[in-house]
């Protein structure tokens, strides 16, 4: 993609955010970077680096296999792979164009790979930790090639800010799909996946 190309992306994730909270891009990454990028999180995941999530934050974070079944390994730019570094490089552009419209202060990003197991979900939630509010932006990148209907998994957010309620949006997690929204803003869910479901999530946050 041209370098004007990947700029009107970063462009559109923006205007999203100002003019309704959340957006989803497709085709944020090229079909080779994504599935570059989809081969280093499973030859992670494959390997066994991969720990079941958790719920909360901290000293106090616990698995609950009730609330989400997913499997998470937190990203680390020193050990990344070359396809995670250029996707963490994307997304130091998308903090820096952010910032410049919205003013959020955003300072850094912090994300994980996930899969969710055949069977995975996550029940509805914010992206904010109780009493919290250093994670402002939540942004969600899909590496799933060839993803069907049948497969599960989708993205459902409400898209009444704060409300668990009313309008909602079904996203299903294709290969290079970018969701970007207001972390402490919208509610959502993950559908019961049927198959792996991989994605980069992470959240440009604030300082605490
Ligand atoms: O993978 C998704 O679609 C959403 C994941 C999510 O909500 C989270 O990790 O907080
Ligand atoms: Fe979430």
Known sequence: ????????LLSSAVEGLVTQGWVC????????EARALAAESLDAYES???RQAGVGRGAEITVRQDIRRDQVLWLEEAAAGPATRAYLARLEELRVAINRELFLGLFEFEGHF???PSGGFYKAHLDRHRGTADRVVTAILYL???WLPEHGGRLKIWTTPGEQEGPFE?????LGSLVVFLAGDFWHEVEVAHENRMSVTGWFRVRS
Request: net charge negative; charged share 25%.
């Open 1 to 8: 993609m041209s370098a004007s190309g990947s700029g009107n």
């Open 170 to 174: 079904l996203i299903e997690p294709r």
């Open 25 to 32: 891009l497709e085709g944020f990454l090229r079909e080779e």
């Open 144 to 146: 799933n090639d060839g």
């Open 114 to 116: 996930a899969v969710y």
């Open 48 to 50: 066994g680096d991969f």
